[in-house]
């Protein structure tokens, strides 16, 4: 079964880090590209980072330029998100999805996780 | 930052009816259009992408039009289980961006 389990999210106070890790199996992972896509309570999707199959190239969210950083671990077949300085507007469940074609990011998110849930929060 | 503009951002329907959801953006995105549908509490599922593309397994009731900045989901026959929010996505440039999403409830 083509799958992504998230892990490592939790409540974290302002200012704080948090590093959430995604889980891949049944597919050849190293073969796709892989996005984090975050959601507020109660709010829309947003998009926040992806990188490619070989880590040469990593786009984020202007919001979180600086603070996130996205990598992978293809031998792990494991995908990260790194998360400093964090603020209350970081609060959301956090998706690690996959890119439906291993030709780019182009073609939508085919396979979601579950979620991680981030709070931020004193 | 495109900027992606979903209406309506809610309806309410009835079991066989046909809806339809558009979306634009605010420059040339191509077709490089996806469409989700998420239930509370889950994760979103692709049902269209490069437009008008249907992903695996989506029933033929869904189907997407449009290209340059504006497209459209229509899903015919509306069943029970079409119930959700859905929500646009454009893949053309990064930052990636979704629309603010429609959430289609039963009438």
Redesign the interface.
């Given at each position: 079964e083509v799958q992504l389990v998230e892990s490592g999210g939790g409540l974290v106070q302002p200012g704080g880090s948090l590093r959430l890790s995604c889980a891949g199996s049944g597919f050849s992972f190293s073969s796709y590209w892989l996005s984090w896509v975050r959601q507020a309570p109660g709010k829309g999707l947003e998009w926040v980072a992806n990188i490619n199959q070989d880590r040469s190239e990593k786009n984020y969210l202007d919001s979180v330029k600086g603070r996130f950083t996205v990598s992978r671990d293809n031998a792990e077949n494991s995908f990260f998100l790194q998360m400093n300085s964090l603020r209350a507007e970081d609060t959301a469940v956090y998706y690690c999805a996959r890119g439906n074609s291993p030709t780019g990011y182009y073609y939508g998110l085919d396979v979601w996780g579950q979620g991680t849930t981030v709070t931020v929060s004193s | 930052?495109i900027q992606m503009t979903q209406s309506p951002s809610s309806l309410s329907a009835s079991v066989g009816d046909r809806i339809t959801i558009t979306c634009r953006a605010s420059q040339s995105i191509s077709n490089?259009l996806?469409w989700?549908q998420?239930k509370p509490g889950k994760?979103?599922?692709?049902l269209?992408?490069?437009a008008s593309n249907m992903?695996s397994g989506v029933p033929s009731r869904f189907r997407g039009i449009g290209s340059g900045t504006d497209f459209t989901l229509i899903i015919s026959n509306l069943q029970p289980e079409d119930f959700a929010t859905y929500?646009c996505?454009q893949?053309?440039r990064?930052?990636?961006?979704?629309?603010?999403?429609t959430k289609v409830d039963i009438k």
């Open positions: - | 930052d490089y996806s989700y998420q994760a979103p599922k692709l269209i992408y490069v992903h929500y996505q893949n053309y990064t930052p990636i961006t979704f629309g603010g999403g």
